[in-house]
């Protein structure tokens, strides 16, 4: 089946310690996201990358960091920089061109520091 | 004010009634436009994209009106597995190139 995993689904951590959460799609989208959404708000963009090997900031990258070595893969490292962790992070990817622009999430990844 | 402004409700509704919801966008440059269906503590799900002609899928109507600036979505005879909350999406082109702008979204129950 075609699709976007994302694993693990809940993540606990302790304040000052570096994660990295994964996201895979086998949907051969160029284009792939992460969002954050925090309880009754709206999604809001960390970090996207159109293609392999590039990756641009989103409205609230800072704390985190990414990769994107294969078009498969776009893993989030949520760094102890990022004041605020405790969220719902969400990733997307979307064909991109002529293929289209919407986009398709994953499963999300609910992550609680303390 | 928001790129991209809805409702919040929550809008609550009888089983078998017929609902609207408007949602306004700031960048007359916005290009594409898609409605999202969100469910308590999981991912977006793509409801529809929305075309200049406006578009029908069973019981879902989307609208575009360009000229002021907003899109529409209108459930009819509402089922209670409607209940969720509908975001609002727009692709439009800012300085930096296209972006994605998410609404917060519009909160729907349906009730028995």
């Known amino acids: 089946d075609g699709g976007i995993t994302q694993s693990p689904k809940y993540l606990f951590r302790k304040e000052g310690q570096n994660v990295t959460l994964s996201c895979e799609q086998n949907?051969?989208?160029?284009?792939m996201y992460w969002y954050r959404q925090d309880p009754g708000q709206g999604l809001r963009l960390i970090y996207y990358?159109?293609?392999?090997?590039?990756?641009q900031k989103g409205d609230i990258a800072e704390g985190y960091s990414v990769s994107r070595e294969k078009k498969e893969s776009f893993p989030l490292t949520v760094t102890s920089a990022q004041k605020n962790p405790t969220a719902f992070y969400l990733c997307?990817?979307?064909?991109?061109?002529?293929?289209?622009?919407?986009?398709?999430f994953g499963p999300g990844t609910r992550l609680t520091v303390t | 004010r928001k790129e991209v402004e809805q409702d919040p409700g929550p809008f609550n509704v009888p089983e078998g009634a017929t609902v609207a919801f408007n949602c306004t966008y700031s960048n007359s440059a916005s290009q594409s436009f898609f409605w999202y269906r969100q469910d308590c503590r999981k991912e977006p799900k793509l409801l529809m994209s929305?075309?200049?002609s406006g578009n029908e899928d069973g019981r879902f109507t989307a609208q575009l009106n360009r000229a002021s600036q907003y899109i529409s979505l209108l459930i009819r005879d509402s089922k209670l597995s409607d209940s969720a909350t509908y975001l609002c999406v727009v692709r439009c082109l800012d300085t930096g190139g296209f972006k994605t702008i998410f609404g917060a979204g519009t909160r729907l129950f349906v009730k028995a």
């Open positions: 997307a990817s979307s064909p991109g061109g002529t293929g289209g622009y919407e986009q398709y």
């Open positions: 929305v075309y200049s």
């Open positions: 949907l051969n989208h160029d284009a």
């Open positions: 990358s159109q293609i392999v090997n590039d990756f």
